[in-house]
């Protein structure tokens, strides 16, 4: 037998004997094969590990939470009754009661707090986001503060960076931001401001303003016609 076959099966029981102690202590396992959990990890009772999860370094997670398949988690800390589904945490803070994923990237130095989403294809970088925001889907939050109850909608993106600095914006609670939207930073949404669908903010939006900025519709009858579009070979 080589050597490196020895050293695998050695690391082999090593993760499984490191699997069954989190057993023991009341973490519910769907395969405990197939779970990577190194050493320094702490995991509350009654939290479900899925399948293909990989837990790293100095992570602490709550109680019943649940932590779906293929997800990764590097010197992390996950409250109670947390969910993350398929999705990349490092070097964050999640809340209580929040969901992540599916398919969600956190990078470092992020603060997700209580009963926050942040769904699918939203990627976090160096941001942080209060209680009862969201972010559903298909969006950037790049070096941003998101207050309390914020409604980022689909297609949002934080432009943070303008070719050599990156700034940062601040979107403040109540806020509601409208799909297709960039925030070119730096800028401030206040509090219970709105932001139409499809604009682009370059300006600062006053306490309970809405701000628009789309170019006026134009519609030219008959043009598809006269093109021959309809008759395609």
């Not at 109850?149 to 960076?161: A, I, P, T």
Request: aromatic share 6%.
């Amino acid at each position: 037998m080589s050597n490196a076959l020895i050293e695998y099966e050695k690391q082999e029981k090593k993760r499984y004997e490191i699997n069954l102690g989190h057993l023991e202590k009341g973490v519910i396992f769907i395969d405990l094969k197939s779970t990577y959990i190194d050493e320094n990890v702490t995991i509350g009772e009654g939290t479900k590990i899925y399948p293909g999860v990989i837990i790293e370094g100095n992570t602490t997670i709550g109680k019943d939470c649940i932590i779906g398949f293929n997800t990764r988690i590097v010197n992390s800390v996950i409250e109670n009754n947390t969910e993350v589904q398929s999705s990349v945490i490092l070097e964050s803070n999640i809340g209580n009661d929040t969901h992540i994923g599916p398919f969600a990237y956190i990078r470092p130095n992020c603060s997700i707090g209580d009963n926050v989403k942040v769904g699918d294809f939203v990627e976090v970088k160096n941001s942080n986001m209060d209680n009862g925001s969201k972010a559903s889907h298909l969006t950037y939050i790049g070096d941003s503060d998101v207050g309390k109850n914020v409604n980022l909608g689909c297609g949002v993106v934080f432009v943070n960076y303008d070719g050599k600095n990156k700034h940062r914006s601040t979107i403040k609670d109540g806020a509601f931001i409208g799909c297709n939207t960039n925030l070119v930073s730096p800028v401030t949404v206040n509090e219970g401001a709105y932001v139409a669908a499809g604009t682009t903010v370059t300006m600062d939006v006053p306490k309970g303003a809405l701000c628009v900025g789309r170019v006026k519709n134009k519609v030219l009858e008959g043009w598809v016609e006269r093109r021959g579009l309809l008759k395609k070979k």
